[in-house]
């Protein structure tokens, strides 16, 4: 598959190489217009919250593929995900990140080459045949990865396959971009919310809430992080009442993991320590290096979680 450097990325922070542009795609404008030039304090930033330790060794050479088209909403925090993402990969050794923005890499034979699928913000994906999407499942049902950020779940509203093996799709945001909000830990003993160190917290950043009927819910899911609807500020934003709202998953597919997380829409959140070392082990898990428990968490033993202090 031809692979030339894409200025637009270059200019973008985006270190690696891209899939060849074509400028007849209407993605090309739309992300020259909605991504800003990384600035040398944010790349500082960005370098300073990777941790310096995995939580567990790579079993073998990883690499993943990195897709970040949008055909809905376009947020400007993706190349600072892309930034954050490489990094992670080179500063810790965890893997290799290749990037991409065109459909053609969805194939079986391309995927051959990867060990997860992370999807950055994706938005209303559309794909050109049904073997793409297939392409896709059958790569996660095989025993390979999926990770998804943010708006990974605001897609596949086309194809219920993918959004149920995701989690589910975007229905509003009442949590929005200039709110700081309060976060629960589900599991405060999981490894893969060891970042937090087994307490709630505060973060600023725009959480959804999932359409109830395509939300695959705690029977499937083993839930990490959840609004903490404890907190008058939180619960005050919906008019039904206190109800569960997750915000980080896991789960397994078939013999494959998926390692889904909200939080991402601020371009802040990606020079945050605990917030990159979360994105890092849900990495791990869903390569299948770190070992984490994905029993849902209806079936689960159940534990006290973990709410976020009064005030933040």
Known sequence: M?????????????PLACIAADLTDPWEKKKAERFAVITAEQKEGIAAAVPNELAAEPKTDRRILVFFRCEGFIHTSIPHANLAIEQLGSKTGAFTADFADTYDVFTAEN???????????????????????????DFVASGKGLI?????????????????????????????????????????????????????FWHQDEIYQYDPA????????????????????????????????????????????????????????????????????????????????????????QKEPALAPATP
């Open 2 to 14: 031809k692979r030339i450097v894409c200025l637009a990325l270059l200019l973008a922070a985006l």
């Open 111 to 137: 995927l051959k080459n990867y060990d997860a699928i992370l999807l950055n913000n994706t938005t209303r994906l559309r794909f050109p045949t049904p073997k793409h999407q297939d392409a896709i499942l």
């Open 148 to 200: 998804g950020i943010h708006a990974a779940s605001d897609n596949f509203d086309m194809y219920p396959q993918c959004r149920d093996l995701v989690g589910g799709i975007f229905k509003g945001h009442p949590w929005t971009a200039g709110g700081t909000w309060a976060f629960k830990l589900d599991d405060p003993d999981h490894l893969l919310n060891e970042a937090f160190d087994g307490k709630g």
């Open 214 to 301: 395509s939300y695959q819910g705690p029977k499937v899911l083993r839930l990490l992080v959840s609004l903490d609807m404890s907190k008058e500020k939180v619960s005050e934003r919906i008019d039904d009442g206190p109800r569960e709202v997750a915000v980080s998953w896991l789960r397994t597919a078939g013999e494959g993991r998926v390692f889904y997380t909200n939080f991402g829409h601020r371009e802040e959140t990606f020079a945050k320590p605990a917030m990159l070392k979360h994105i890092l082990d849900g990495t791990q898990y869903a390569l299948g290096d770190l070992q984490a428990d994905a029993t849902p968490t209806a079936t689960a033993s």
